[in-house]
Structure formats: structure tokens, C-alpha cells
């Protein structure tokens, strides 16, 4: 039987996994002109929350109470609403290996998020491998997408989607423990659900979204998975923690993402890029493999299911 920490770390890598095809994918539904950012980060915001309430109402889930509507309003406004609309913004002029230069400053913000928000304490030496992490992934995403130069406007929109998701998946996973994992995510959809439909109507009316099967079906991807199923996996992650080293498993989300660039996109695979995955790799599995020192407040545990 594995380990709460393991589990949680498993939970976490198929997240990740769910949420690597979501660059490319938002870079093919907007690339083709003919649905705009604003519909592509809000409609599949819909879509999901459509789900959601389906799966709440089939299960009959109880009512999220007092404070804990003000946390989902957090796990909203960074995962529903700023991660998504910000990085389709920003995918209208940036590629794919690009904007992996600054998503990978996510496990970071997570980690620092946790932190601060769930009082967490571990070791200098899980901060210095995950330090080393981060700039490994910062340095492999550069060489693959050329960051390097001033910065540009879409690099700002990634800083503040990368800033909002830290904030919404170490919220998120704390209140994981409480209402469950699908359900954190389900009911945060549900909350911004008004103001989703009312952008994704704004942007319908101001022109009407259009593409081949390939764009409906990357724009369905982001809907169904990276905007609801994914979250199931790695809330539940975050939720059985450590969630700073869970976190960190991020790390590996650079590299999927530039891969499935290269064979979705056709961006040059070189062996550089190879080289560099397996450094971003094995500095995120030394992060997660050190061991937590004496953990505040937050002992790990199996996500909760909700009351009914």
C-alpha cells in the first residue's frame, strides 16, 4: 500500500500530466484567428462549470458554508478565471516553448503560496533543491523558446497567470481537506460561473467563434480536462501533500509541455532539449524525494470527502 506522501505525489504527476497539453492546446484553439482569447479562456470555463454542476447535483453535494465561499472565490479568481484568460491572451503571440519559460515559475509560486497561506515548514535543503529546480526548468524552457531579451507583454500576462494559479492551487488543496477534491474544484467553477458566461457572451457577440475539428476539439480538451478532470487529480494531490513538494512535481510540466509542442506543432525537438528535460526531471524528483522536516499546522492526510 502506498504512502499518504506517495499517493499524493502519483495524484499530483497525473495532474500535471493532464495540465501539460493545456499551452499547446490554447495555442492551437487561438492560433487560427477564429476564436478569440477572451472566448477560448472563458467558454471552457463554462463547459466545465456545466459539468460540475451536474456532478454536485447527480451526487447531491452539501452546500460549501460561511468563509469557505470566499475561498473558492480565491480558487476561482486563480484558476478559473486569471490562469486561463491571461495565458490565452498571451498564446495569441507567443509559442508554445516560449510560454513554458514562465510557467515554469509555477511550482515556486506554489510552494511560497502554501507557505504563506498554510503556514508549512520544511528544510533548506527541499528549498535549495527546489530553487535549483526552478531555475533548471527557467533555464531549459529559455534555451527551447528563446526567452531570453526584455520582456515582452505576453510575458507580463504569463507572470500574472502564474501568479493567480499559485494562489488558486495552494487554496485549492487546503480546501481539498475540507469539502473533498472534485468538489473544491467543481464548486469554484460553479461560483464564477455567472461571470464566465457573461464574458464568453461578450465575446461571442463581438465575433462569432469559428475553426475546424482540430480547434473545437484542442478548445473541448481544455474544457472537459484541463478545466475539470485534471483539477480531480491534482487537488486530491495537493490535498494528501506535502503540498509544497507535491508541487514540485510542476517541475516535469515544462518539459511534457514543450514535447507535445514539438509533436502537436511541429517545434524543433533538439538534443539540448532532451539534455535539458532530464535535468529539469531529476532536480524535481531530488525535490520531492527530500524528506519534510517538522511540519506546522499541516500533517498530511487523505483528502475528505464532502457531507452529503
Do not use: N
Amino acid at each position: 500500500m502506498l504512502s499518504l506522501s506517495r499517493a499524493g505525489l502519483w495524484w499530483g504527476l497525473l495532474g500535471v500530466a493532464a495540465f501539460s497539453f493545456t499551452v499547446p492546446f490554447t495555442r492551437i484553439a487561438v492560433a487560427g484567428g477564429g476564436m478569440s482569447p477572451l472566448f477560448v479562456g472563458s467558454g471552457r470555463a463554462v463547459i466545465a462549470a456545466l459539468l460540475a454542476a451536474a456532478a454536485l447535483a447527480i451526487t447531491r453535494q452539501r452546500l460549501p458554508r460561511g468563509v469557505q465561499w470566499w475561498r473558492l472565490a480565491v480558487v476561482a479568481g486563480g484558476v478559473v478565471v486569471g490562469f486561463p484568460v491571461l495565458t490565452s491572451f498571451a498564446l495569441t503571440t507567443a509559442s508554445a516553448g516560449h510560454s513554458a519559460v514562465v510557467i515554469a515559475l509555477l511550482p515556486a509560486a506554489t510552494a511560497v503560496a502554501a507557505v504563506l497561506r498554510g503556514h508549512e515548514r520544511h528544510p533548506f535543503r527541499f528549498w535549495a533543491m527546489a530553487g535549483v529546480g526552478a531555475v533548471a526548468a527557467v533555464v531549459f524552457a529559455s534555451l527551447r523558446g528563446g526567452g531570453s531579451g526584455g520582456l515582452h507583454w505576453s510575458d507580463v500576462l504569463l507572470l500574472g497567470a502564474v501568479v493567480a494559479a499559485g494562489a488558486g492551487y495552494a487554496e485549492g488543496g487546503l480546501l481539498a481537506r475540507e469539502l473533498g477534491a472534485w468538489q473544491t474544484i467543481s464548486w469554484a467553477l460553479v461560483l464564477s460561473a455567472p461571470l464566465m458566461t457573461a464574458l464568453a457572451g461578450v465575446s461571442v457577440a463581438q465575433r462569432t467563434p469559428a475553426g475546424g475539428p482540430v480547434e473545437w476539439a484542442a478548445f473541448a480538451y481544455l474544457g472537459v480536462v484541463s478545466m475539470f478532470l485534471g483539477f480531480f487529480a491534482w487537488y486530491r494531490g495537493l490535498a494528501i501533500g506535502p503540498m509544497a513538494q507535491v508541487g514540485q512535481i510542476q517541475l516535469v510540466q515544462p518539459v511534457m509541455t514543450i514535447c507535445w509542442a514539438a509533436l502537436l506543432l511541429g517545434e524543433q525537438l533538439t538534443w539540448p532539449t532532451l539534455l535539458g528535460g532530464v535535468t529539469v526531471i531529476a532536480c524535481a524528483g531530488l525535490a520531492v524525494r527530500t524528506r519534510l522536516g517538522r511540519t506546522a499546522g499541516l500533517t498530511p492526510r487523505p483528502a475528505r470527502s464532502a457531507r452529503r
